[in-house]
């Protein structure tokens, strides 16, 4: 599905995106261009990146244990 409409932004990128590392809205926005226009669907990509950063905290597994806080702010 889109979530940004302006710059042809899906919530499969923003899962890979991710995966790759980026944890911020920020982060999102510098790679993907999310939400660098109208500024509407800020609100969904952060839902589905929260989402994402919580799907990958249950599978991907750390070295002794160590589980990263996610970011909910």
Do not use: W, Y
Not at 23 to 51: H, I, Y
């Amino acid at each position: 599905m889109f979530v940004c409409v302006c710059n042809q932004v899906t919530d499969k990128q923003i899962r890979c995106a991710v995966e790759e590392g980026v944890c911020s809205l920020e982060g999102l926005s510098s790679e993907l261009k999310v939400g660098t226009c109208c500024g509407k669907c800020k609100r969904c990509a952060k839902k589905v990146m929260r989402d994402a950063m919580k799907n990958n905290a249950h599978t991907r597994s750390f070295p002794g244990g160590f589980t990263p806080a996610l970011i909910t702010a």
